[in-house]
C-alpha cells in the first residue's frame, strides 16, 4: 500500500483498448475504464476527452479547482448524468442507456455524496435495507442482521433507529457509508464527502475510508484531503477545466506536481 | 321563518341525503388521491407521452367548471352514449357522480403533490436511483412519501373543497343531500320555512367538515420530515 510499492507507470499506462479485452476476458482487467469521455452542458464543455483507468482494489483521489468536472465525472461512471462521447466501463460491461438494466448495473456503483442525501422519511436502519431488500430482493431478516453488522462497523449502531435529521453530520455521512456497502458494490464513488462537515467531524469519516481501502475497496474519491490521500490512495489525479491535467502518486503530487496547473492549485490550498 | 320544525319532519330523508353525500365523499376521495398520484406520477415521469397526457388531463379539466364535468358523465355518457355501470339507475348515477368528481378533485391533487414533489430535495431521488431503484420504485418509496407528508394541508384543503363540491352532484342526477333539500322545498306539500332547512343542512356540512379539517391539520404536524 505504500507509494515505495511503485505501482504502473502512470504516464505511459497500457491503452484502454487491451485493458477492455482483457476484463471481458478474464474478469480480472481493470474494473473501472472511463474511455474519451465528453460531456456538455448545453454549451459548457465540462468534460474533455476524459480517460481513466482504475484497478481491483485500486483508491484514486481526484483533486483540483472547483468547477473542474469532479463531480460530473463521478456522476457520469453511474449514469446519474448521461455522457455525449467516449464510453464507461465498469468491470469490463458498458452500463446500459435506461432502464431496470440499469438499475440492476447501477447497484454495482456505490455513492457517497456530499450532502448525505440519506432518505429523510426512513430512520437509519431502513435507509440501510432498502437498497438489499428491494433491488437485490433480499430477505428483510438477512438485510437487517447485514444492516446492523455495517452499521456496527462505522460506528453507528446504536443509532440505527433514529432518523437522518437526529444524527449529526459525520455519523450521517457514515450512515450514508453503511448503506451504500449494504449493496455490496464492486466500486465505490466519494464526492467531497467531507466538505460539508464540521472539522471536528471529517476524521471519524476520513477513518472510515481508510478502512475500507486497506480491506481493498476499489474507492474512487473526490476530496481535497492530503492526509487521506497519502494515507490510502495508489493514484491522485488532477483536474482542471474538463480535463486531466496529470496522474501522479500521493507522495510526488504533493511534494513535487508535475505540472505548473497542480504547483498552483496546490500552493492555494496548502496555504490555508 | 325560524319555524325548524319542518326539517325535523323530514329529517330521515335529509339524514339520507347526506348518507349518500357521505358515501360520495368518501369513495371520491379515495379514487381522487389515486388518480391524482398518478397523474403527478405521469407529470414527473421521464416519458414524453405521459408527461404530455398528465399536463393536458389536468389543464384541461382543471379549467373546466364542474357542473359540465358532472352533466357530461351523468347526461353525455351516461345517458346518451348508454354506458352504465349496473342495472339500478341510482347505483349508475352514483358512480358516474364518483368518477366525475374524482376525475376533476384529481386534477387539483395531482398539481398539489406535484408543488410537494418540488420540495423534495434533488438528491434523495440521485440517493435512491444510485442504490438501483428503478424510477417507479424511487418515486414510490422515496419521493411520493416526502411529497405527500409536506402537502398533507393543502390537501385536507382539498378534501373539504370536494366534499362541499358534492352538491353540485345533484346536476348528475345522484339524489345527495343538496337534491334531497331542493326536491323537497319543490313539493307543493312542503310548507316550512327555506331557511330552516338551508340553515340544517348547513350545520350537517359544518359537522362533516369541521373534524376533517382538524384531522388533516393534526396529521400534518404528526408526519413533518424533519430535514
Ligand atoms: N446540471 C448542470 N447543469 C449545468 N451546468 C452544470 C451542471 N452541473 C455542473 N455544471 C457545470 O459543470 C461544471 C463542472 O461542474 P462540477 O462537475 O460540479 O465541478 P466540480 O465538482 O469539479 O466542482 C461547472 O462549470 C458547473 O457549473
Ligand atoms: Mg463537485
Given at each position: 500500500m505504500t507509494d515505495s510499492e511503485g505501482g504502473p507507470d502512470l504516464t505511459k499506462g497500457e491503452g484502454p483498448e487491451d485493458a477492455i479485452t482483457q476484463a471481458a476476458a478474464t474478469g480480472t482487467g481493470p474494473l473501472v475504464v472511463v474511455e474519451h469521455v465528453h460531456k456538455h452542458f448545453g454549451e459548457l464543455h465540462?468534460?474533455?476527452?476524459i480517460n481513466l483507468t482504475v484497478d481491483r482494489g485500486e483508491v484514486v483521489v481526484v483533486i483540483g479547482?472547483?468547477?473542474?468536472?469532479k463531480s460530473t465525472l463521478c456522476r457520469s461512471i453511474n449514469r446519474l448524468e448521461p455522457i455525449d462521447g467516449g464510453r464507461i466501463l465498469v468491470d469490463g460491461k458498458e452500463l446500459p442507456k435506461e432502464g431496470k438494466e440499469l438499475a440492476r448495473l447501477r447497484a454495482d456503483v456505490g455513492m457517497v455524496f456530499q450532502s448525505f442525501n440519506l432518505f429523510a422519511h426512513k430512520t437509519i436502519l431502513e435507509n440501510v435495507t432498502l437498497g438489499p431488500v428491494?433491488?437485490?430482493?433480499?430477505?428483510k431478516q438477512e438485510s437487517e442482521k447485514h444492516a446492523m453488522e455495517l452499521l456496527e462497523r462505522v460506528g453507528?449502531?446504536?443509532?440505527?433507529?433514529?432518523?437522518?435529521?437526529?444524527?449529526?453530520g459525520g455519523q450521517q455521512q457514515r450512515a450514508a457509508i453503511a448503506r451504500s456497502l449494504a449493496m455490496k458494490p464492486k466500486v465505490m464513488l466519494f464526492d467531497e464527502?467531507?466538505?460539508?462537515?464540521?472539522p471536528e467531524m471529517v476524521n471519524e469519516v476520513l477513518d472510515v475510508m481508510t478502512g475500507l481501502a486497506r480491506e481493498g475497496m476499489t474507492m474512487i474519491v473526490v476530496t481535497h484531503e492530503m492526509g487521506f490521500a497519502r494515507r490510502a490512495a495508489q493514484k491522485v489525479v488532477f483536474m482542471a477545466d474538463g480535463q486531466i491535467v496529470e496522474e501522479n502518486t500521493p507522495d510526488e503530487f504533493f511534494t513535487n506536481a508535475r505540472t505548473d496547473r497542480a504547483k498552483d492549485f496546490l500552493s492555494k490550498i496548502l496555504t490555508h | 321563518m325560524f319555524d325548524f320544525s319542518a326539517f325535523f319532519d323530514h329529517f330521515d330523508e335529509i339524514l339520507q341525503g347526506f348518507w349518500a353525500t357521505i358515501r360520495l365523499a368518501a369513495a371520491s376521495a379515495v379514487l381522487s388521491l389515486i388518480i391524482g398520484t398518478l397523474l403527478a406520477s405521469f407529470r414527473v415521469s421521464p416519458v414524453p407521452v405521459l408527461r404530455s397526457f398528465g399536463a393536458g388531463y389536468v389543464n384541461v379539466v382543471r379549467n373546466t367548471p364542474l357542473t359540465l364535468v358532472l352533466l357530461l358523465c351523468a347526461?353525455?355518457?351516461?345517458?346518451?352514449?348508454?354506458?352504465?355501470?349496473?342495472?339500478?339507475s341510482s347505483t349508475t348515477y352514483y358512480w358516474w357522480a364518483v368518477l366525475g368528481l374524482s376525475g376533476y378533485t384529481g386534477a387539483f391533487v395531482c398539481e398539489t403533490l406535484r408543488s410537494g414533489i418540488n420540495t423534495v430535495p434533488l438528491g434523495q431521488a440521485e440517493a435512491a436511483r444510485s442504490i438501483g431503484l428503478t424510477f417507479t420504485q424511487s418515486l414510490r418509496m422515496v419521493i411520493l412519501p416526502q411529497a405527500f407528508r409536506s402537502v398533507i394541508a393543502p390537501m385536507g384543503s382539498i378534501l373539504i373543497a370536494m366534499i362541499k363540491n358534492t352538491t353540485v352532484a345533484a346536476a348528475a342526477s345522484y339524489a345527495e343531500v343538496a337534491l334531497v333539500s331542493k326536491t323537497l322545498l319543490d313539493a307543493p306539500t312542503f310548507t316550512g320555512g327555506a331557511i330552516p332547512l338551508f340553515i340544517g343542512v348547513a350545520v350537517g356540512f359544518m359537522i362533516l367538515i369541521l373534524p376533517t379539517g382538524f384531522f388533516f391539520g393534526w396529521l400534518a404536524k404528526r408526519m413533518a420530515v424533519a430535514r
Open positions: 465540462v468534460l474533455k476527452d479547482p472547483s468547477g473542474g468536472g428491494k433491488v437485490r430482493k433480499q430477505g453507528i449502531a446504536n443509532q440505527a433507529a433514529k432518523y437522518p435529521a437526529q444524527l449529526s464527502p467531507t466538505s460539508a462537515l464540521d | 347526461q353525455g355518457l351516461n345517458d346518451t352514449l348508454h354506458l352504465t355501470f349496473s342495472e339500478s
